[in-house]
T-cell receptor
Framework: AQSVTQLGSHVSVSEGALVLLRCNYS??????LFWYVQYPNQGLQLLLK??????LVKGINGFEAEFKKSETSFHLTKPSAHMSDAAEYFC???????????FGQGTILTVHP | KAGVTQTPRYLIKTRGQQVTLSCSPI?????VSWYQQTPGQGLQFLFE???????NKGNFPGRFSGRQFSNSRSEMNVSTLELGDSALYLC???????????????FGSGTQLSVL
């Protein structure tokens, strides 16, 4: 079985500051890990995906995530926050089933001017 | 290429009624998955269809059902609605035949269901 824990339901940063959103996973099989973003009244947009090809994964909009097996973590970072980054972010894990992702509870990112 | 389209965008129903939601996947995608999103439970997997067959199912009661048509469009049905069924229902599409590790799910904007 797979599970995901996102540490911090709300994160607030200033524009231009580092963004760090934390995600820890549990998986009985090699995990495939994802970060999705959800803007208000919209669906989920894929930011990036880890599939074991490289531990550092670069995604869209300047985001990246590092897979650390020893820490069972897959934290999302962005060097400099923009106002447009304000949204809810979800970490997710999949196993061997098509279409089935297990999501974390989400982290709402607020960006202050 | 058009994205995943879900209709209707909003629905208001009363307890005991039934409802049908529709999802049109990205052209060429044959897998459609459905998720329920609520503030309390977050995002939960309902089921996944591929080539008109349900391949995977989450832990929801039998009141929740779905189907997929030959053109890959999918519908989800909820019978005997309860207040707790109020949620955003999201569908996602993917190619469905490259192995789960190689799949990318593309989500629609969802249908917001309110049960009164």
């Amino acid at each position: 079985a797979q599970s995901v824990t996102q540490l911090g339901s709300h994160v607030s940063v200033s524009e231009g500051a580092l963004v760090l959103l934390r995600c820890n996973y549990s998986s009985s099989v090699p995990p495939y890990l994802f970060w999705y973003v959800q803007y208000p009244n919209q669906g989920l947009q894929l930011l990036l995906k880890y599939t074991s090809a490289a531990t550092l994964v670069k995604g869209i909009n300047g985001f990246e995530a590092e897979f650390k097996k020893s820490e069972t973590s897959f934290h999302l970072t962005k060097p400099s926050a923009h106002m447009s980054d304000a949204a809810e972010y979800f970490c997710a894990v999949s196993g061997t089933s098509y279409g089935k992702l297990t999501f974390g509870q989400g982290t709402i990112l607020t960006v202050h001017p | 290429k058009a994205g995943v389209t879900q209709t209707p965008r909003y629905l208001i129903k009363t307890r005991g009624q039934q409802v049908t939601l529709s999802c049109s996947p990205i052209s060429g995608h044959r897998s459609v998955s459905w998720y329920q999103q609520t503030p309390g439970q977050g995002l939960q997997f309902l089921f996944e269809y591929f080539s008109e067959t349900q391949r995977n199912k989450g832990n929801f009661p039998g009141r929740f059902s779905g189907r997929q048509f030959s053109n890959s469009r999918s519908e989800m049905n909820v019978s005997t609605l309860e207040l707790g069924d109020s949620a955003l229902y999201l569908c996602a599409s993917s190619l469905g035949d490259r192995g789960p590790a190689n799949e990318k799910l593309f989500f629609g904007s969802g249908t917001q269901l309110s049960v009164l």
